[in-house]
């Protein structure tokens, strides 16, 4: 961007405003209205969010007319994400699966981006490396004994097994996130520390949002558990705006 501000980039920023606090008021209602079930009130709220964080990313890309890898998959990423929403919020096994698929794709979409902002800003680097594998692993085998010795859930249950499968995607989504970051922030790069702390943030919410849901949807004692319904959905939204928001920064 310019050092002077033109009318159209106010007239954004403004809108990039308007999309989170209407995100901030929907998330809430969402969560109230979710309780007794899915409902018409409840989608609508939900996708209501839905449509703000997509907005978010849309408004960014028009901002800063970035466009690099990093913001093209990131946006389909959120697209995806948006498609996932509203899969999950219809009843019915077919649908499940659908959103099960558009979020696995989201997070593809993710670890793509942050591929290409790899590429582009360090050509020289490995894209994965063993310190990362380790941390995948880590994550994943001390997620997976959460599960089973505090929460003894069982990985018989076809949703568990479904959400390891989920998990080889997510936390390398996560990983990469923050590796990434720390590289960018190192670099020295225009922004690179606000768009690093939203970039990981941003990554690691989306992962604690997704493990609360694991245990809202298969653990029978936390299911009417509201105040991990409330931090489900407040992290959930959280982290699909801050993701969004790195578009404003990365690849520009």
């Not at 994943?140 to 505090?150: D, E």
């Not at 249950?157 to 960018?184: E, H, T, W």
């Not at 970039?199 to 690691?204: M, Q, S």
Request: glycine letters at 6%.
């Amino acid at each position: 961007m310019s050092p002077s501000i033109s009318p159209r980039s106010i007239v954004i920023i403004s809108l990039i405003a308007a999309a989170i606090i209407t995100e901030c008021i929907a998330a809430p209602i969402f969560s109230v209205a979710q309780r007794p079930g899915i409902s018409r009130k409840s989608r609508f709220f939900k996708m209501l969010g839905a449509t703000m964080f997509l907005s978010v990313g849309v408004l960014a890309f028009l901002l800063t007319d970035n466009q690099s890898g990093y913001a093209r998959f990131m946006l389909i990423g959120l697209a995806f994400s948006w498609v996932g929403d509203l899969f999950l919020h219809i009843k019915g096994m077919a649908y499940f699966i659908m959103g099960f698929i558009s979020f696995t794709t989201a997070h593809i979409c993710y670890i793509c981006a942050y591929y290409k902002a790899s590429a582009e800003y360090f050509p020289e680097r490995s894209f994965i490396t063993v310190p990362e594998i380790a941390a995948i692993a880590v994550i994943m085998v001390l997620t997976a004994l959460y599960y089973i010795l505090r929460k003894k859930m069982s990985f018989k249950n076809p949703g568990m097994i479904a959400s390891v499968v989920y998990g080889f995607v997510l936390v390398p989504m996560v990983v990469k996130a923050a590796a990434f970051s720390l590289d960018f922030v190192s670099g020295g790069y225009p922004y690179s520390l606000p768009a690093g702390i939203m970039l990981t943030l941003g990554a690691v919410s989306f992962f604690l949002s997704d493990t609360s849901l694991a245990l809202l949807m298969f653990n029978k004692p936390d299911k009417d558990n509201y105040k991990l319904k409330n931090y489900n959905v407040a992290t959930y939204f959280a982290g699909q705006t801050l993701l969004a928001l790195t578009i404003l920064f990365i690849g520009v």
